[in-house]
């Protein structure tokens, strides 16, 4: 009897390729892995560097029980046929440096990085963790020419997972109670809704008063910043990769999570061609929904003029582009 599979009879990984062998990068490689998600494609354009990761990771294999394959490479021709891409490639910020800061040296890094991964891997959904993060899933989605629902940033689910870190210290509380929601850019005009926010279902404006409330919010808008000023060397990185697993894991299993996430608005909440963080519904394809939470005049307003900022931001980027292409 011949046991030889057919072609038919193959069974596929899903497979994962994490654009930036940086911190944020390997780190969700690891997760991926770990957690035996998927198979691991590490790309970056340092020699050697996605190589020596992979190899790390690859010989942690038997300690964490896991049969996951990762690949690190220099070569986009090795990121074929992925089902997500994760573009985490750019300079991080510094001491002192806003998110819009990174617009000039970033753009480039992820446009290039976009046009190649989808020569490869035409049929994934692409996450952009990169900053500015708006404007550079905004590019991203241009420059790959992918329908809306298959590109998406990463952006709420981080944002708001600081809101909840924060409110559960202040009360003293497991933050497996706390939910929180927070919309709009990944920067210092984000629009965290404490209405939506709460504790085994109890709204923090039951439990908090009006200042302690505004002193989280500021704190999750600076949330980055802080972690900035207090390493000197580097950014964030464990709640980001943690946060972008979060999302991965929905589109692969086809969990259909409702996370906030940064996508393309036609319309919804009365903004259009802008990619902006708002609720949206995460499966195997992308975004299934975007959802349309009821804000008030205000939380509206926020979110208009966080949205505005973006839009400034993105015009700066197109121009830069225009002028490179001279």
Known sequence: ?????????????????????????????????????????????????????????????????????????????????????????????????????????????????????????????????????????????????????????????????????????????????????????????MVPLPRYATVNGVSITELLDEATIERLVERTRNGGAEIVELMQTGGAFFAPASSTYMMVESILLNQSRLLPVTAYLQGEYGLNDIFIGVPCRLGCGGIEKVVELHLSDAERDALHTSAQAVRNNITRAQEIFAGIGK
Not at 96 to 125: E, F, H, Q
Request: with cysteine.
């Open 1 to 189: 009897m011949n046991y030889s599979p057919s072609s038919s009879n193959i069974c596929h990984s899903p497979r994962v390729t994490v654009v930036g062998a940086g911190k944020v990068g390997s780190t969700l490689a690891q997760h991926i892995a770990e957690k035996n998600l998927a198979d691991v494609v590490l790309l970056d354009v340092v020699a050697g560097m996605p190589q020596g990761l992979a190899l790390d990771l690859m010989e942690a294999r038997g300690i964490e029980l896991h049969n996951r394959q990762i690949i690190g490479t220099n070569d986009y021709a090795d990121t074929s046929g992925s089902d997500v891409v994760v573009i985490t490639a750019g300079f991080p910020r510094k001491p002192g440096m806003s998110r819009d800061d990174l617009l000039l040296t970033n753009a480039k890094i992820v446009v290039d990085a976009a046009k190649k991964a989808v020569a490869y891997s035409p049929d994934a959904v692409y996450i952009v963790v990169t900053n500015p993060l708006d404007v550079m899933t905004y590019l991203s989605w241009q420059a790959t020419g992918l329908p809306r629902d298959r590109v998406m940033g990463m952006a709420g689910v981080l944002d708001s997972a600081r809101f909840e870190t924060f409110i559960a210290m202040e009360l003293g509380v497991s933050p497996l109670d706390v939910k929180a929601m927070v919309l709009g850019s990944h920067g210092d005009l």
